[in-house]
């Protein structure tokens, strides 16, 4: 148990639930009283049993859950005076309450504002250098200035313990699942380059070459969005650990609708800035694309993070017919595949091609933001996708025609 752990758990058995006939405050009934002050589902009895067992952590970023916990420790007797708020935060190695913060939770007796507010955080010669080292290292700048000054007792030079506290400490997260997920990520960045960069490469020199590069990409779009929602674990999240509600194969369909939706974004902005350079007669370079391969693998990330919270903020569930109109995004890589083959001849000619491109992409954020005036969402009916990519197809025999 954490000494964060142990704090919290005799504040939270000191307070009353005055609801319950003044029972002891249960770790269930914190997580519920949490919700109410934030508004929202809460927290489940085994996230807070986590919280005084050290097995989890609040986020440093979660503010908003911080001050709720020392509001309701604070409201139900528990926490009674300032500096058991103080002596809360310190532990966790948690900022300590600003003027605002604590004129909002101890209302009934706000302390001196003019006084300075005490602070856990160290002084720092260099603030922002070492942030950055802690945050990389240790889970607080705390945590990091203690190991810092550790590490400078002791004869000079200090630098040698120091430099063996930064690696035994970034020795310490490693395990070899972390080490072997990394690994994976490599090989996922390596099949985006092989299968989809080659689709890029203009101009093709003949037909069979450009044949073999689109059906590697059409391949490459279908298992790659795929192997991007393998690897995005939400088993070990907390956030949808608590939501007992939404349905785990749902979870996983929303973060592989995700991962599609994030790689064909990044895909179509990469083939307009390729189609650019085109245009622009600067030739590609193997750096450069393995930097816009590693931009699909982060969009996909990114995509399979937010799709799934996104729908859940929106509907407070996730269901499959919210957002059923974007699986579509799982056979966009082969229709694209199959537009392209026909017409990249037309799309690479000078200029025409950027032309045929940017009006669809137009075309398409007057429909989303047309649809978000009228709705207050940017999901797009499907007679509208029909009016889309009809236009596209006219564009295409216009290009012809034009020809």
């Known amino acids: 148990m954490t000494k964060f752990g ?3 758990r005799a ?3 000191a307070s009353n639930d005055p609801d319950r006939l003044n029972r002891r405050l249960t770790q269930e009934r914190l997580g519920e009283l949490i919700g109410h002050e ?3 589902l809460g927290f489940s009895g085994a996230a807070i049993s ?3 067992r050290g097995e989890s952590k609040i986020n440093v970023q979660d503010r908003n859950v911080l001050i709720a916990l020392i509001q309701v420790l604070h409201g139900r007797g528990g926490l009674r005076t300032l500096d058991d708020a103080e002596q809360l935060l310190a532990a966790g190695n948690y900022r300590a309450l600003n003027p605002d913060e604590r004129k909002e939770i101890f209302q009934e007796n706000p302390p ?3 006084a300075p507010v005490a602070s856990v955080e160290p002084s720092q010669s260099n603030p922002t250098l070492q942030s ?10 705390q945590e990091f200035q203690t190991a810092l000054e550790q590490a400078r007792e002791g004869p000079s030079p200090a630098w040698p313990r120091v430099l063996v506290a930064f690696f035994r400490r970034f020795s310490d997260r490693l395990s070899a699942s972390r080490v072997l997920k990394f690994i994976l990520w490599i090989w996922v960045w390596l099949f985006a380059w092989v299968l989809i960069m080659p689709s890029l490469r203009w101009p093709f020199s003949n037909r069979d070459e450009a044949l073999l ?3 590697i990409y059409a391949a490459g779009a279908i298992i790659i969005p795929a192997l991007i929602g393998v690897l995005t674990n939400t088993k070990d999240n907390e956030f949808w650990r608590e939501k007992h509600s939404v349905s785990e194969l749902n979870l996983r369909l929303y973060i592989h609708q995700g991962a599609s939706i994030g790689f064909h974004i990044g895909y179509f902005f990469v083939f307009m800035i390729g189609l650019l350079r085109y245009n622009l007669g600067v030739s590609s370079r193997s750096w450069l694309e393995i930097a816009a391969a590693a931009f699909l693998i982060i969009l996909g990330y990114a995509g399979a993070r937010l799709v799934p919270y996104n729908l859940l903020s929106a509907y407070k569930q996730l269901r499959l017919k919210d957002g059923r109109i974007f699986f579509v995004f799982f056979l966009v890589g082969p229709a694209w595949g199959y537009f392209f083959l026909g017409s990249y001849d037309i799309l690479l000619t000078k200029a025409l091609g950027v032309f045929i491109v940017l009006s669809s992409i137009t075309i398409l954020l007057v429909m989303m933001a047309l649809r978000y005036r009228q709705s207050g969402t940017t999901v797009i009916p499907v007679y509208w996708w029909v009016i889309f990519w009809g236009f596209i197809v006219i564009c295409q025999i216009l290009a012809f025609l034009i020809k």
Do not use: H
Not at 132 to 141: V, Y
């Open 112 to 114: 001196d504002l003019s």
């Open 11 to 13: 504040f939270r058995q």
């Open 38 to 40: 934030m508004d929202d």
């Open 6 to 8: 142990e704090t919290l």
């Open 132 to 141: 950055m080292i802690g945050a990389i290292f240790f889970q607080s700048p």
């Open 213 to 215: 590069a689109v059906v």
């Open 50 to 52: 986590d919280w005084e």
